[in-house]
């Protein structure tokens, strides 16, 4: 009778753990959390973006192709790059708008210096913000009106030669849709 204690206690032990398991553990299938709906959620999903290149010419006449992801739709251009932690050089991304007006972007969850790169509808380069700060909420716009910016790490201009004037080529982007 001395073990009787002893095996309830026990007993007691394994339900409470079994009452605490995971659903999935007891063959229930686990509680769906829904998905995100806000996209400047760090956890939010954006669906793969369409590849494209941008060509742009230095201020010596070299050229130089960036791999870029587009982002053409309203979720993708207010997702951007937030919550990135590295961008490679000759990497970046490329925002296409419906018209051309003054563009303005801000950094609020953006985990690295990007520049900015505003391109006008007939192509030019109409204005570069560099190394912009992450993580602010300052309006950063370089007061102009482009269809069309390209975010690449910060400094790439600079070391590039890359300077507001250039003519800007994309290649991949005329299949396109821009959704408003």
């Given amino acids: 009778m001395r073990h009787r204690p002893l ?25 769906s959390r829904p998905a995100p709906t806000d996209v400047s959620a760090e956890d939010y999903v954006l669906p793969p973006l369409p590849r494209a290149w941008v060509r742009l010419k230095d201020a010596f006449g070299g050229i130089h192709r ?4 587009v982002a053409a ?13 590295e961008m490679a050089s000759g990497k970046g991304m490329l925002f296409l708008f419906p018209d051309e007006e003054v563009q303005s972007f801000w ?9 900015m790169l505003f391109i006008n509808s007939k192509m030019q380069l109409v204005g570069i913000i560099e190394r ?7 309006p ?3 007061g102009l009106p482009s269809q069309f910016v390209l975010e690449v790490p ?4 600079q070391s590039m030669g890359v300077v507001k004037g250039i003519t800007v080529e994309f290649e991949g982007v005329s299949t396109l849709s821009i959704v408003p």
């Fill in 7 to 31: 095996m309830t206690g026990a007993l007691a032990a394994l339900l409470m753990l079994l009452a605490c398991q995971a659903p999935e553990a007891q063959g229930k299938p686990p509680a």
């Fill in 66 to 69: 960036v791999e870029v992801e």
């Fill in 73 to 85: 739709t309203p979720e993708s251009r207010a997702r951007g790059l937030m919550w990135r932690k």
């Fill in 107 to 115: 950094m609020r969850n953006t985990l690295i210096p990007l520049d």
């Fill in 132 to 138: 912009a700060v992450p993580r602010t909420l300052t």
């Fill in 140 to 142: 950063r716009s370089v």
């Fill in 154 to 157: 910060g400094g790439w201009c």
